[in-house]
């Protein structure tokens, strides 16, 4: 599905904009989620969620869209968690934990990486991986993030484009899970926005060593990579880099 729609400005000139629409997550047929997405990788989207949310008990046998208005509902057959049968989300595309309801339910736990493990890479490669990434919706509309997942040599395995940056790497994650691909020791996730903590939280709980964006990081960011033993770079662009966390892995 298209990631953008055109539409006609005041001026009369066609413009393209990214697509908002809602995707209601079902597990084996209860619904679980709703958030809003760009269509598109939207089982991709709903196991990266399940996963990232440390929701689920079990493997993965099957997802994809439901038969009623398929566009706009996917099934994941997968068993749960206790947990996650008392709780329900509603995610936004510009927060990813607005729907939860107690901060108990904000923190997802996460194995601490060992600071000697993952890949040690050169500051100028993660420096130029913002310009590596695929970005066509970008180009087309400049209203959609991205996250690509390369590795520790800087080439490209997948990346997702969504209006919300959690979702782009929901999706990103949910297919390296749908590949057997988890955790990713010795891969790098980037991101093409600013570094919030729900990112990282979802990149640890992938076991992703390494973690860079365009833009800056937030305090609480900094402070949950150098707990979880994630290398953590901000301000990727041309050949600059800054490093707030993880540094043995920067040469």
Same mark, same amino acid.
């Given at each position: $599905?298209?990631?953008?729609?055109?539409?006609?400005?005041?001026?009369?000139?066609?413009?393209?904009?990214?697509?908002?629409?809602?995707?209601?997550?079902?597990? !084996?047929?209860?619904?679980?989620?709703?958030?809003?997405?760009?269509?598109?990788?939207?089982?991709?989207?709903?196991?990266?969620?399940?996963?990232? =949310?440390?929701?689920?008990?079990?493997?993965?046998?099957?997802?994809?869209?439901?038969?009623?208005?398929? *566009? *706009?509902?996917?099934?994941?057959?997968? #068993?749960?968690?206790?947990?996650?049968? #008392?709780? !329900?989300?509603?995610?936004?595309?510009?927060?990813?934990?607005?729907? %939860?309801?107690?901060?108990? #339910?904000?923190?997802?736990?996460?194995?601490?990486?060992?600071?000697?493990?993952?890949?040690?890479?050169?500051?100028?490669?993660?420096?130029?991986?913002? =310009?590596?990434?695929? @970005?066509?919706?970008?180009?087309?509309?400049?209203?959609?993030?991205?996250?690509?997942?390369?590795?520790?040599?800087?080439?490209?395995?997948?990346?997702? =484009?969504?209006? /919300?940056?959690? *979702?782009? $790497?929901? %999706?990103?994650?949910?297919?390296?899970? &749908?590949?057997? #691909? &988890?955790?990713?020791?010795?891969?790098?996730?980037?991101?093409?926005?600013? &570094?919030?903590?729900?990112?990282? @939280? %979802?990149?640890?709980?992938?076991?992703?060593?390494?973690?860079?964006?365009?833009?800056?990081?937030?305090?609480?960011?900094?402070?949950?990579?150098?707990?979880? /033993?994630?290398?953590?770079?901000?301000?990727?662009?041309?050949?600059?880099? *800054?490093?707030?966390?993880?540094?043995?892995?920067? !040469?």
């Amino acid at each position: $599905m298209l990631s953008h729609a055109p539409v006609l400005r005041d001026d009369g000139v066609e413009d393209r904009v990214a697509i908002e629409e809602p995707l209601e997550i079902r597990v !084996r047929g209860r619904a679980l989620a709703v958030t809003m997405r760009t269509p598109g990788h939207d089982e991709e989207l709903a196991v990266g969620f399940l996963h990232g =949310e440390g929701l689920l008990a079990g493997p993965v046998l099957d997802a994809g869209p439901t038969e009623d208005f398929a *566009n *706009n509902i996917v099934n994941v057959d997968a #068993e749960l968690t206790a947990d996650a049968r #008392e709780r !329900r989300f509603y995610t936004t595309s510009s927060c990813g934990v607005c729907g %939860k309801g107690a901060l108990e #339910e904000v923190a997802v736990h996460a194995a601490p990486l060992d600071p000697d493990d993952g890949p040690v890479v050169d500051r100028a490669l993660l420096a130029a991986l913002p =310009e590596r990434l695929r @970005q066509p919706g970008f180009d087309a509309t400049g209203g959609l993030h991205a996250t690509g997942l390369f590795d520790a040599d800087g080439t490209l395995i997948h990346v997702r =484009e969504d209006v /919300g940056r959690h *979702n782009a $790497m929901d %999706k990103v994650i949910g297919r390296a899970l &749908l590949d057997g #691909e &988890l955790p990713l020791a010795g891969r790098i996730l980037c991101v093409s926005g600013r &570094l919030s903590f729900e990112l990282v @939280q %979802k990149a640890a709980v992938a076991g992703a060593p390494i973690l860079v964006g365009v833009g800056a990081p937030s305090s609480l960011a900094v402070e949950l990579a150098r707990d979880r /033993g994630l290398t953590l770079a901000g301000f990727a662009r041309g050949d600059r880099v *800054n490093v707030y966390a993880g540094a043995a892995r920067v !040469r």
